[in-house]
T-cell receptor, first 114, second 114 residues
Framework: GAGVSQSPSNKVTEKGKDVELRCDPISGHTALYWYRQRLGQGLEFLIYFQGNSAPDKSGLPSDRFSAERTGESVSTLTIQRTQQEDSAVYLC????????????FGPGTRLTVT | AQTVTQSQPEMSVQEAETVTLSCTYDTSESNYYLFWYKQPPSRQMILVIRQEAYKQQNATENRFSVNFQKAAKSFSLKISDSQLGDTAMYFCAFSSGSARQLTFGSGTQLTVLP
């Protein structure tokens, strides 16, 4: 079946603008995660959605970052008033509910803030 | 908080040889899962192998196997008969009941030489 998809694949924006990044998880996957990967580094957790539970926002670096998820489908990560340090690849992953199951990753969105 | 450490930023191996990538972690949890993901230049994160902490038997997947030493909190990845397609960044990752998101190490860039 289809994997996790993300759009756009690349986004260039000017400092101070808002951006929206989209993630379509695998159908039936109740858990959805957003991660950030700075150049040459590992992945940093941003936010986690599980079904209809309140999201775990503990990884969001500032209040400029927010995310929403509609039911168990699409999620949008919004970055307001972008800064140059926001430049990174933003990766989305989804998994079945149970702890320890594989997280399937999308191809990521490369964000460049000029 | 959980931490994952990969002390080898770069490694290389001759095609058909065997290589071992190191990973150590720190946690106070008893129920957790460990993963190795690979990220080729395409940026797509791919699960290589997964280990449940409660299982004493080391996981294996074809040419990939782990050496899981729970007391030492060590989780190394052995790649046998290395192939050119194994060239990628390899990330060790951890998840547990209290933090379902993955915590990643900083990665090891593996290059397989012809």
């Amino acid at each position: 079946g289809a994997g996790v998809s993300q759009s756009p694949s690349n986004k260039v924006t000017e400092k101070g603008k808002d951006v929206e990044l989209r993630c379509d998880p695998i159908s039936g996957h109740t858990a959805l995660y957003w991660y950030r990967q700075r150049l040459g580094q590992g992945l940093e957790f941003l936010i986690y959605f599980q079904g209809n539970s309140a999201p775990d926002k503990s990884g969001l670096p500032s209040d400029r970052f927010s995310a929403e998820r509609t039911g168990e489908s699409v999620s949008t990560l919004t970055i307001q008033r972008t800064q140059q340090e926001d430049s990174a690849v933003y990766l989305c992953a989804s998994s079945l509910r149970q702890l320890g199951y594989e997280q399937y990753f999308g191809p990521g969105t490369r964000l460049t803030v000029t | 908080a959980q931490t994952v450490t990969q002390s080898q930023p770069e490694m290389s191996v001759q095609e058909a040889e065997t290589v071992t990538l190191s990973c150590t972690y720190d946690t106070s949890e008893s129920n957790y899962y460990l993963f190795w993901y690979k990220q080729p230049p395409s940026r797509q994160m791919i699960l290589v192998i997964r280990q449940e902490a409660y299982k004493q038997q080391n996981a294996t997947e074809n040419r990939f196997s782990v050496n899981f030493q729970k007391a030492a909190k060590s989780f190394s990845l052995k790649i046998s008969d290395s192939q050119l397609g194994d060239t990628a960044m390899y990330f060790c990752a951890f998840s547990s009941g209290s933090a379902r998101q993955l915590t990643f190490g900083s990665g090891t860039q593996l290059t397989v030489l012809p």
